[in-house]
């Protein structure tokens, strides 16, 4: 499939004011080591090393990135969408990362989904840390051609929403710390 165009960056649209409310709710969340894989899945230190919590389904955080997710899909790739999953609140710190991967999943919330946009929302500047950037590879590239590159710069409170088919990564945090709120919003399986 191809999904064009492969990514949409909404730059700076959510006020640093809302990002801090963010950053302190999710100091109530139950934070754990970031895990690969259904059902709580499995910690593999050397794919992902990160500390992660969700937000309840019910938390309005979950709407703010439906609300970006839905104008990318409607821009471009018009995918069917019901509604976002909870969201992740993700810690990455020194040696932090998640290696290629494609969130797409095949799940029932009482019906048979799966995952169609991944929406992930910029809490820190990227001047606080070094490393740490989203690479994204169309899922209709050569495996062995370059990645589209480094989202280098993106800015604090910006939202990247991409089809959750899309191979991606988190390279390594070298200095500092990143942290994002990721949603994923499922919908009818792909026919």
Do not use: C
Request: hydrophobic share 40%.
């Amino acid at each position: 499939m191809i999904f064009a165009p492969p990514y949409y960056v909404f730059e700076n649209v959510i006020p640093s004011a809302v990002l801090d409310v963010i950053d302190d709710e999710a100091t109530r969340l139950k934070m754990f080591p970031g895990r690969i894989g259904p059902d709580n899945g499995q910690e593999h230190a050397h794919t992902r090393s990160s500390v992660v919590g969700f937000f309840s389904h019910d938390h309005w955080i979950n709407g703010l990135l439906y609300h970006y997710a839905a104008i990318a899909n409607a821009r471009s790739w018009r995918f069917s969408l019901i509604a976002p999953s909870p969201a992740q609140y993700a810690i990455y710190r020194e040696n932090g990362h998640y290696g290629w991967h494609s969130d797409y999943a095949q799940m029932s919330q009482g019906q048979a989904v799966e995952r169609k946009i991944t929406a992930v929302l910029e809490l820190t500047d990227p001047g606080d840390y070094r490393g740490g950037d989203l690479e994204l590879r169309p899922a209709w590239a050569d495996p062995l051609a370059p990645a589209e590159g480094p989202l280098k710069g993106v800015g604090k409170g910006s939202i990247i929403a991409f089809p959750s088919l899309t191979p991606h990564q988190v390279a390594s945090v070298t200095e500092g710390e990143r942290r994002t709120v990721t949603s994923w919003i499922v919908g009818p399986p792909l026919t």
